[in-house]
């Protein structure tokens, strides 16, 4: 069934859109994919909302039989039982981020999502959020489902019938899907977390997103990510859970790393693996894989559940000061010397014999000339 839906406040032009509609007559047997929440407070949209604004209305595109909602702010949904839709006004919360869960239930198989909502005193003047990405439509050039800021002209791309959303960790509102380690670890502490931040690299560029409405439960995804620095020689890929810290990107036929130079990212001249001197990123990821960190995070693997978070950095090995001697002696240079106090012990005592042996040279020669 078509349909046009048309918006009209009385005061800007009107916006009309087509959908289609299915009418089906039973719920498939298969988990059901949750494939994207859409938040509306009055006539605003998305991931921030205000005390003072009134109900608020979150609502699941999904097909189930069942659907459980749950808050982490003890609310009551006000809406219809067993419906997609959760219904609460903000009036007496604390300010804060709010999660809800949505579990959804066909038949024998479930899936469950968690969605993160920002309340603040009151809403931002200048606050407009059309593609509900968490990400202020004044920072965007565009509203594209599958483009997330990440940087300064930089974007995360995800398939086009997907959304890409803001991570977990990110500022809602203003922020990018490139993150700060500072950023991350304002999250950990704010939210009472193990801090697992640190990790036995440097870490580098960090970027943060959600990609939701995959085809099927348990099915891969791609992105692309405009990387805002090239990679160097000794550049890895790492990924971050909030309940492990940080661990290697893990590659196999449902995970792959490609990257390549390039002033666009948009060719399709890839190179397997992290390259040295790539600008562009491109990683599939497997949904409830190793590499996926949705769901509760209690282990090293994600909820497969129709949607794939990801936080990852290009990061380095920590320099050291043994790095630095053995790249004098692998340069090829000559003349002088460099003395490092954290090379093994061998050396130094080779040194001191050296001396020794000397000295010992230059007594029997001098005894011979007396």
């Known amino acids: 069934m078509d349909i046009n839906i048309t918006a009209d406040d009385g005061t800007n032009a009107p916006t009309t859109k087509a959908f289609t509609v299915a009418v089906i007559t039973s719920v498939p047997d298969i988990a059901p994919v949750i494939k994207q929440f859409t938040i509306t407070q009055g006539n605003n949209q998305g991931r921030v909302i205000s005390k003072t604004g009134g109900a608020v209305t979150v609502h699941a595109t999904v097909i189930a039989k069942t659907y459980e909602w749950s808050n982490n702010f003890n609310v009551t949904d006000t809406s219809e039982d067993n419906d997609v839709i959760f ?18 239930k066909a038949n024998t198989h479930s899936s469950e999502r968690f969605l993160k909502i920002e309340l603040v005193d009151t809403r931002p003047s200048d606050w407009t959020d059309v593609n509900n990405n968490g990400i202020s439509d004044s920072e965007e050039s565009g509203h594209s489902n599958n483009e997330l800021l990440a940087g300064t002209n930089k974007k995360i791309t995800s398939p086009v019938d997907t959304r890409i959303l ?3 960790m990110g500022k809602m509102g203003k922020d990018s899907g490139r993150l700060t380690l500072t950023q991350m ?6 939210n009472n977390l193990t801090d697992n931040t640190s990790d036995t690299m440097s870490t580098g560029d960090i970027y943060d997103y959600v990609v939701e409405g995959l085809s099927a439960v348990g099915a891969t995804t791609e992105v692309i990510i405009e990387l805002t620095a090239i990679t160097s020689k000794e550049a890895e890929l790492r990924r971050y859970s909030l309940a492990t810290g940080w661990a290697n990107f893990e590659v196999d036929v449902n995970n792959i790393i490609q990257s390549k130079t390039s002033a666009t990212c948009t060719d399709d001249s890839w190179e397997a693996g992290l390259i040295t001197g790539a600008t562009c990123l491109k990683l599939t990821i497997k949904d409830g894989g190793t590499n996926d960190t949705d769901g509760t995070q209690s282990d090293n693997t994600g909820d497969a559940n129709g949607v794939v978070a990801s936080t990852i950095s290009i990061a380095t090995p ?4 043994s790095d630095f001697a053995d790249s004098a002696d692998s ?4 003349g002088g010397c460099v003395y490092n ?3 093994p012990a061998r050396f130094d005592m080779g040194f001191i014999l050296l001396i020794v042996l000397s000295a010992y040279y230059l007594i029997r020669r001098k005894h011979r000339f007396v």
């Open 318 to 321: 920590t320099s050291t000061p």
């Open 331 to 334: 340069s090829g240079s000559s």
């Open 87 to 104: 219904v609460f006004n903000p009036a007496n919360i604390d300010i804060g981020i709010l999660t809800i869960t949505l579990k959804a």
């Open 341 to 343: 106090p954290n090379a």
């Open 185 to 190: 670890e304002t999250y950990v502490t704010g």
């Open 166 to 168: 803001l991570g977990v």
